[in-house]
């Protein structure tokens, strides 16, 4: 299993700024994925964020709007740059650990955005 | 591409008494895994259950069960004697094999109230 915190737990930003989320792991994973969630809508993903290496992103999103690190094995942030009221989402991390079954992913509580 | 469908945005059910949520998939895959999230309003994600496609077993947690109908792309969830604590955002998932990286699809999620 994994025990993952994410912070800020929910923010309120203007638009045109930008926000760091942070994501940190009790244990050591190979792959963080990084989903937004808006408001009534499913998960979508962003991007993996693997250690080491760029983060590979999804159709529709891009590195300078949504940049990612991933310093180590335990953690990993994403930015929601230049914000307008369209990235207002909750935004989660998630990781599958080692050994876990395929596709088992353990998920923070998200990061509440809103943007005015 | 594959496509996740929830067509029950909302479902009540008493506490004690049975729910089937449903879902279907598309897909030109043999082999693929199925799964249901649950997301209580702390909005951490929680995996339900999980299917393997070649499994024709259905699987089964306690009160949760599925039924995978696999030639009509069917997947559905069966919550017995449901609790308090069953009330949750419920979103059905595919993720081709592991090759992929435990990327997921999900559906828009089905919102489910237990009453007294």
């Known amino acids: 299993s994994a025990v993952i915190s994410q912070k800020p737990s929910r923010d309120i930003c203007q638009r045109g700024t930008s926000l760091t989320i942070q994501c940190q792991v009790d244990?050591?994973?190979?792959?963080m994925f990084w989903y937004r969630q808006q408001p009534g809508q499913s998960l979508t993903l962003i991007a993996t964020?693997?250690?080491?290496?760029?983060?590979?992103?999804e159709s529709g999103f891009v590195i300078d709007k949504f940049p990612i690190s991933r310093p180590n094995l335990t953690f990993s942030t994403l930015t929601v740059s230049n914000m307008s009221p369209e990235d207002s989402s909750i935004y989660l991390c998630?990781?599958?650990?080692?050994?876990?079954?395929?596709?088992?992913?353990?998920f923070g509580s998200g990061t509440q955005l809103s943007v005015l | 591409a594959q496509t996740v469908t929830q067509s029950q945005p909302e479902m009540s059910v008493q506490e004690a008494e049975t729910v089937t949520l449903s879902c279907t998939y598309d897909?030109?895959?043999?082999?693929?895994?199925l799964f249901w999230y649950k997301q209580p309003p702390s909005r951490q994600m929680i995996l339900v259950i999980r299917?393997?496609?070649?499994?024709?077993q259905n699987a089964t947690e306690n009160r949760f069960s599925v039924n995978f109908q696999k030639a009509a792309k069917s997947f559905s969830l069966k919550i017995s004697d449901s609790q308090l604590g069953d009330t949750a955002m419920y979103f059905c998932?595919?993720?081709?094999?592991?090759?992929?990286?435990?990327?997921?699809?999900f559906g828009t999620g089905t919102r489910l109230q237990v009453t007294l």
């Open positions: 897909t030109s895959e043999n082999n693929y895994y």
């Open positions: 964020a693997n250690q080491g290496s760029e983060a590979t992103y």
């Open positions: 998630s990781v599958h650990p080692r050994g876990a079954p395929a596709g088992k992913l353990f």
């Open positions: 998932a595919f993720m081709r094999p592991s090759g992929t990286a435990s990327k997921l699809t």
């Open positions: 299917q393997e496609a070649y499994k024709q």
């Open positions: 244990s050591q994973v190979t792959m």
